[in-house]
């Protein structure tokens, strides 16, 4: 059979992080402790690896650039117009385009390699970037009125820093057993954006069942009582247990650094 590469040259791809695929990249992956949870496409795992193992964990631009990866699908990405006359400014380049809405404010934005974030100000026709810089996101300064690609993230970031001890007695301050309030990182998403962490799963009357007449996915349920599903559908019933990210939590817990609490929250009130 006639092959792209020698056997040598495919078991040396095979033990690189950055080029090894399938099962080779997946025994890489549970090496360095960074198994793939169920739920995320190989390709984008595979990218949230080779971040981290070329760069510092625990530092806050590769956990993020980590998160990014890992998350990519979920991002939307479409054709922006920069203008000279706005530097923070992002138009909407196109009609076909989506328009912008109430959740672009304070979302992260990728634009050829820059990270961004976008500000409070916004119309369906544009949105203002945050004008500074600070360690996470840089200060936008377009000088050209060209059109680019705009990758907006599907997550947010909020680091919640250790507080001071509040309730202790003077002899557990004296033996070191007071505790403060921990560090929590927590990554915000929108359950409107993850409708593919939910298993396509369902159950069936018996295996004889047309397949005509199979669901195009789970319905998402708060209890087994719940009794709405969309007219003239064949949707099932799925039931949430709240841990769809738990997987997904437990790796960034090894990331992160010892004592750092992680908290992934589905919650469509912040946005």
Do not use: C
């Amino acid at each position: 059979m006639l092959r792209a590469f020698s056997q040598l040259e495919a078991v040396f791809r095979a033990m690189l992080v950055h080029k090894a695929s399938g099962t080779d990249h997946e025994e890489i992956a549970r090496l360095l402790s960074l198994p793939r949870p169920r739920g995320f496409t190989e390709a984008d795992w595979m990218n949230a690896v080779h971040v981290l193992a070329f760069g510092a964990r625990g530092h806050p631009r590769a956990v993020f650039r980590f998160i990014e990866m890992a998350l990519h699908r979920y991002s939307v990405t479409f054709r922006v117009q920069l203008s000279n006359l706005y530097p923070t400014r992002l138009l909407r380049a196109d009609p076909s385009e989506p328009a912008f809405d109430a959740t672009y404010p304070g979302r992260f934005v990728r634009i050829e390699g820059a990270l961004y974030m976008v500000g409070q100000e916004f119309t369906s026709e544009y949105v203002e970037l945050v004008p500074f810089r600070t360690g996470s996101f840089d200060a936008p300064n377009f000088t050209d009125g060209k059109q680019v690609y705009a990758r907006f993230l599907a997550f947010r970031v909020r680091e919640a820093t250790g507080g001071p001890v509040l309730h202790a007695t003077e002899e557990e301050v004296q033996v070191g057993k007071a505790k403060g309030t921990g560090v929590t990182y927590e990554v915000l998403l929108d359950p409107a954006r993850y409708p593919s962490t939910i298993p396509p799963t369902y159950l069936r009357g018996g295996v004889a069942a047309e397949r005509t007449t199979d669901p195009l996915g789970g319905h998402l349920t708060p209890n087994a009582s719940y009794q709405a599903r969309p007219s003239g559908s064949a949707w099932p019933l799925y039931l949430d247990n709240g841990r769809r990210m738990s997987e997904f939590a437990a790796v960034l817990d090894d990331v992160l650094a010892a004592g750092v609490k992680v908290e992934i929250k589905l919650d469509a009130s912040i946005w």
